[in-house]
């Protein structure tokens, strides 16, 4: 009766799911700016979870994403290579295509099945249907490919992901991503209304064909309906920070947490008319691109660490514990010499930008102009000094850095790239603003 009574009634932490080695959960949050969370600058109280988290983890306030866009930027966390290298883009010339990733590439998954881990995936967003290649390496790719509204919740997909981690005993790789906070917000229960409720405005929630009209500047809104947007935005925060508590707290139940390595990312932050325009894949500044980083692997300096680090580095981190993330989150000392380097290639003039401790150099390679942005101790752009001979001297290491690391400067060519082939994908693409 032991073993039927264990399957009725569940494991519980006296009857341990927990694997000779140590589990392996990557978490992404679609579209989480990195200044959106408590302990990295937000007024509002969007993170309890993700707080509590920051002063066991290590976490990192100036890391970047390779792209202002899920696609490549998701292909370079799975990979460690820049988008350049990867080629999961939009074609730089034919903007129909879509690249999907090199089979030759080895992906986190696949390095983890070669060890013996179970590997499995639970994803939300569009551009990671199984079409593009990024469920290579992974048993179990559980795709629900997500329009603005309607997708499958933060709460839900942790509750699925958890239901499948603790199915088996095996030693797991497991990837989250997480839906919110992208647009359209549509907050569940009971975050809705958290910080939206009592604020003048007009606009209701969802905001429906409004999202792509200030995508595309097409209307101007009052700061009053500015605030209530980007209030909206912070209860789906709330939201995710809620179901990565659920997740934390399942882990620790079935006794997985503790010797679990852990990453939470994200592939994108998103702008709220910081720089004039308004969500993401238009701008390789700072509130894009800039997204949080919260680590856990044996031996971390636990709490922040303001070293410039690029997402190319989880691979390492994660795989086995190499390279320049896992070296700084366990020496616990920031290093002001690092660079990172981004791109935007979804729509509007290419960018290619290389951020160091306190400059931005951003470069439109098909017009070939640069702009040079001082930054402050968060790493936001503080003003344009581009004509300041210092600064444009000073610049030249960033310069010398992509054109080193790049080669040249060239628009990216998709790998292998396809049309998207299901009509319903490609509504939800459009509805998004991925596709024209």
Excluded at 366 to 386: K, Y
Aim: aromatic content about 8%; hydrophobic content about 40%; charged content about 25%.
């Amino acid at each position: 009766m032991l073993p039927l009574l264990t399957v009725l009634l569940g494991c519980s932490s006296s009857c341990s799911t927990t694997p000779k080695e140590p589990d392996v959960v990557l978490v992404i949050i679609d579209t989480l700016r990195a200044d959106a969370l408590g302990f990295a600058g937000s007024e509002r109280d969007t993170s309890p979870n993700l707080d509590a988290l920051s002063s066991e983890f290590t976490w990192f306030s100036r890391a970047y994403s390779t792209s202002s866009w899920t696609l490549p930027a998701t292909a370079s966390i799975l990979t460690g290579l820049h988008p350049f290298e990867h080629r999961v883009v939009r074609d730089g010339l034919k903007p129909d295509l879509f690249g999907r990733l090199d089979p030759t590439l080895e992906t986190l998954a696949e390095v983890y099945k070669k060890k013996g881990y179970r590997t499995g995936a639970f994803i939300n967003n569009a551009y990671l249907a199984p079409d593009f290649g990024l469920n290579q390496g992974f048993e179990t790719y559980d795709y629900q490919g997500a329009g603005p509204i309607g997708h499958r919740t933060a709460m839900v997909t942790v509750e699925q992901a958890l239901s499948w981690l603790n199915s088996e005993s095996e030693p797991t790789f497991l990837m989250i991503h997480i839906m919110e906070p992208h647009a359209d917000y549509e907050p569940a229960e009971p975050f809705k209304g958290r910080f939206t409720n009592g604020l003048p405005t007009g606009l209701k929630l969802p905001l429906g064909e409004l999202i792509g009209q200030m995508i595309e500047r097409r209307v101007e809104l009052s700061d009053e309906d500015k605030a209530f947007v980007r209030a909206a935005y912070d209860e789906e925060v709330l939201s995710a920070d809620a179901a990565v508590g659920a997740l934390v707290d399942g882990l620790k139940s079935s006794g997985r947490f503790d010797r679990a390595m852990m990453a939470i990312t994200s592939d994108h932050g998103e702008e709220f008319w910081d720089f004039g325009g308004y969500e993401h894949g238009h701008t390789t500044m700072t509130p894009v691109t800039q997204v949080p980083l919260l680590l856990k692997i044996p031996d971390v300096v636990a709490g922040e660490n303001a070293t410039v680090v690029s997402l190319t580095g989880l691979f390492g981190a994660l795989s086995n514990q190499t390279g320049p993330i896992t070296d700084f989150a366990r020496r616990g000392v920031d290093d002001t010499t690092q660079i990172a380097m981004f791109e935007d290639i979804l729509y509007g003039p290419p960018q290619i930008s290389v951020i160091s401790n306190d400059l931005r150099l951003q470069i439109n390679p098909v017009e070939s102009q640069m702009a040079i942005f001082e930054l402050d101790e968060t790493g936001r752009e503080t003003q344009d000094v581009s004509h300041d001979p210092e600064q444009r001297k000073h610049s030249q290491a960033l310069n010398e850095y992509v054109r080193t690391l790049r080669k040249n400067l060239g628009p990216i060519k998709a790998f292998d790239p396809i049309r998207v082939q299901d009509f319903s994908d490609f509504e939800k693409l459009r509805a998004l603003g991925y596709a024209d």
